[in-house]
């Protein structure tokens, strides 16, 4: 498809995917753990609740921070927090220690999600390109979640869970690096797609 043929457009692409695979990953794969581990489902469903409560307190807060500054920072900055959670979560043996990564990586991912959209829109000015081009960019949501599911799945018939949590860490910081190398010609402020 077209959409693939323009760099800048890979980028949006690339942080959403991301963006989904981690989300999934906390909502699928870490209660698995924890439930194994012992932790009361109720535990679990608090600790994702507390991860929703914090994306409704701050979402908005933490947009109107970032309308004034480049994307750029906070995509790195989201991408490379989420890597170093997960990376630690793998060496983490108590389960309510774990339990406490799932606020904490909703945190991270608040670097991000604010500003997923309004990075793809920066980046396609004209109307008609938009309603074209915004159905290939939404496929990284089943693209991140596809990944998500099936990465871990594989990791785990050959290895232990704490490689489940260092293979989605892998593709958080292909994310990151890609971000970093990221052109500055492909990057608008947010005050720029006003």
């Not at 609740?49 to 109107?64: C, E, T």
């Not at 799932?102 to 396609?124: H, K, M, N």
Request: charged fraction near 15%.
């Amino acid at each position: 498809h077209r959409y693939f043929i323009r760099p800048e457009l890979i980028y949006p692409y690339a942080t959403r995917f991301g963006l989904n695979v981690i989300n999934s990953f906390i909502v699928i794969y870490i209660p698995i753990f924890l439930v194994e581990k012992g932790v009361s489902p109720a535990y679990i469903g608090g600790a994702i609740s507390v991860m929703a409560l914090i994306h409704v307190l701050f979402d908005f807060k933490i947009g109107k921070v970032i309308r004034k500054r480049a994307f750029k920072p906070f995509f790195v900055l989201g991408f490379m927090l989420m890597t170093i959670i997960l990376v630690g979560a793998s060496f983490i043996g108590n389960a309510y220690l774990l339990l406490a990564i799932i606020p904490f990586a909703g945190v991270a991912t608040l670097f991000v999600e604010p500003i997923q959209d309004t990075f793809f829109f920066s980046l396609v000015r004209k109307a008609e390109d938009e309603e074209r081009l915004y159905p290939i960019y939404s496929t990284s949501n089943q693209a991140g979640r596809f990944v998500a599911k099936v990465l871990p799945a594989t990791v785990l018939l050959f290895a232990s869970e704490k490689f489940a949590y260092l293979s989605v860490a892998l593709v958080l910081l292909a994310v990151a690096f890609m971000v970093i190398f990221m052109k500055e010609k492909d990057i608008f402020s947010v005050a720029e797609c006003r």
